[in-house]
């Protein structure tokens, strides 16, 4: 066997490994690998205040949960007051938190007048705020012609206009101390538009960082995302991506080949919504949009073009 033979052969069991790793994926390359080889959240987010909104479930419960097993001070925000104080015992009986290490802070998001408060009862408490997790929000499935305007106007201001009115009053704090960081969480919908979605979809856009998916379709174990959430943060990652496939490749598409990307969603959007849980569903969906951009890549090359244009 001649040397060029084996390093086409190694080279191509090395893009096979890394095709089969990337249809596993549940992150962008750059979080994997930080993940793998970077800083690790139990060393960094040591002693630092930490205030998560939308702390009553889903991932802002579950990032309650896994951050009170670090040394950390944590502020739960939400409307509910009892579901607050239901995630402050589990934290307690769970984690390594004792009572004063925990501050239960209802909030509106929708209530902008009532942030700066807030803002000063978390410093007046702790002393200062490390970390801001926009965690707060909520989704919408319907239609564009059955979705009212009232609908468009309570996501934008709840999705849109309360993180940034609540990131607006901890922003000044933040820069006298010269140090902290802002995390927000939003949608792949927020990157990608989708069937039924158009006023989630807006208000998550107008963020344009990427977290937790709608509850309109499939989504991936909370506790795997918040573990990824944890790792942007000890690493200082600016913008992540976390998804399953096929909505990771979808990701990857729209950034490279958002005229095409386009025209896969709106052929196989509605299908995904169908999509179950099963690793053979998704490798399916992920190995179709493999194939797409492939073909794709060949119909683009000038040898196509030109065997074409002869055929022609």
């Known amino acids: 066997m001649s040397w060029e033979l084996l390093l086409a052969l190694v080279a191509l069991l090395a893009f096979v490994v890394q095709l089969l790793y990337f249809l596993r994926a549940d992150g962008d390359l750059t979080l994997l690998w930080a993940e793998w080889q970077g800083r ?3 060393q960094e987010l040591t002693n630092k205040v930490i205030w998560v909104t939308g702390a009553s479930s889903g991932i ?22 009892h579901e607050l104080e239901r995630v402050k015992r589990k934290c307690l009986e769970n ?3 004792k009572g004063k290490d925990i501050l239960v802070l209802p909030l509106d998001l929708k209530d902008t007048s009532s942030h700066e408060a807030a803002t000063k009862a978390v410093v007046k408490e702790f002393g200062k705020i490390d ?11 319907s239609w564009c012609l059955e979705t009212s305007m009232d609908i468009y106007r309570e996501l934008i201001e709840l999705n849109y206009l309360g993180t940034i009115s609540l990131t607006k009053c901890v922003l000044p704090h933040m820069v006298k101390r010269k140090q902290g960081k802002i995390i927000t969480v939003t949608s792949i919908l927020g990157h990608v ?10 208000s998550k856009h107008a963020l344009r960082i990427l977290g937790h998916n709608g509850d309109q379709y499939r989504q991936m174990v909370t506790s795997r995302c918040v573990w990824l959430i944890l790792i942007s943060m000890a690493n200082d990652l600016k913008e992540v991506w976390i998804a399953e496939q096929p909505f990771l490749l979808m990701l990857y598409l729209c950034q490279y ?8 969603i709106n052929k ?9 849980n099963s690793v053979g569903s998704r ?18 090359t000038d040898d196509f073009r030109i065997w074409k244009t002869k055929r022609d």
């Not at 951050?67 to 509910?80: N, Q």
């Not at 797409?292 to 060949?298: A, D, G, N, S, W």
């Open 95 to 97: 984690g390594n938190l």
């Open 40 to 42: 690790r959240p139990e």
């Open 60 to 81: 802002g419960e579950e990032l309650a949960y896994q951050l009170s097993k670090l040394d950390v001070s944590l502020v739960l925000s939400a409307r509910r007051v």
């Open 257 to 264: 080949m958002p005229t095409w990307s386009s025209w896969v």
């Open 268 to 276: 196989v959007g509605k299908r995904i919504e169908n999509f179950n």
């Open 193 to 202: 538009s989708m069937p039924v979605s158009s006023a989630y979809c807006a």
């Open 131 to 141: 970390i801001l997790v926009n965690n707060s929000g909520r989704s919408h499935c």
């Open 283 to 300: 490798t399916i969906a992920a190995l179709s949009f493999v194939i797409i951009f492939v073909l794709v890549q060949i119909l683009y």
